[in-house]
């Protein structure tokens, strides 16, 4: 039986895992999840009680594994595929790993800040915390200007599971807080990261629903 993951297209951290999955050509089932539907949050909230995106479920092992960074951890280590995100080398693995938890937490965090405030109710918006996530951007914008290098990947030429973290978090950052004209490189990276076939392939698939991001 195929690995199953819990998922919604549009959601960033569920490309970062279907960017992953993509690269090492795993095979598996995509379970969309709607967490607007009552029927189908209460579905996954059964599963998974704080029905949040993406879970993989190994039924070879009876194993639940949530959140973005743990499935390709899980991956790595119980279904190597065609492509290594993870490097052998530990110093190597803890700068990937440092680099994911860098974009999850400086780029991710901040970006749906901004995105979570534009669907609130206008006597609940937070115009201070959203001054503070365009400031937390502004400030990792810089760093991954200085970090990356032309034609580069994050771990230069290997592509990792950082980039599999950077593209998601990037390309919806930037459409909250544009990277050009001010980080050229890290722009540039953006597009490289665009042209790589497993964040085409899940750009694509997310199109039909992309409507729903709120402007």
């Not at 704080?50 to 949530?66: I, R, W």
């Not at 190597?80 to 700068?95: C, F, I, K, V, Y």
């Not at 970006?111 to 503070?132: C, L, N, S, T, Y």
């Amino acid at each position: 039986m195929a690995l199953t993951l819990y998922y919604h297209p549009i959601a960033s951290f569920c490309w970062k895992a279907l960017i992953a999955l993509y690269e090492t050509n795993t095979p598996f089932e995509p379970l969309l999840v709607d967490l607007g539907d009552p029927a189908s949050r209460d579905a996954f909230a059964r599963i998974w009680p704080p029905a949040k995106f993406p879970v993989l479920h190994d039924p070879s092992t009876g194993l639940l594994e949530p959140e973005s960074s743990i499935i390709i951890e899980y991956l790595a280590q119980h279904h190597p595929g065609s492509a290594t995100l993870l490097p052998a080398d530990p110093d190597q693995a803890r700068e990937v790993r440092m680099h994911d938890r860098f974009f999850d937490g400086y780029v991710q965090a901040p970006m749906q800040k901004i995105v979570g405030d534009r669907i609130r109710p206008a006597d609940q918006k937070d115009p201070f915390g959203v001054a503070e996530a365009h400031q937390t951007l502004e400030l990792a914008y810089g760093m991954i200007e200085a970090r990356i290098a032309d034609g580069q990947w994050l771990m230069g030429d290997a592509f990792t599971m950082a980039d599999c973290a950077a593209a998601p978090a990037l390309y919806y950052a930037n459409r909250v807080h544009p990277l050009e004209p001010k980080h050229p490189q890290a722009a540039a990276y953006l597009k490289r990261l665009h042209e790589r076939p497993s964040f085409a392939r899940v750009f694509a698939e997310a199109q039909p629903l992309m409507h729903n991001f709120p402007e």
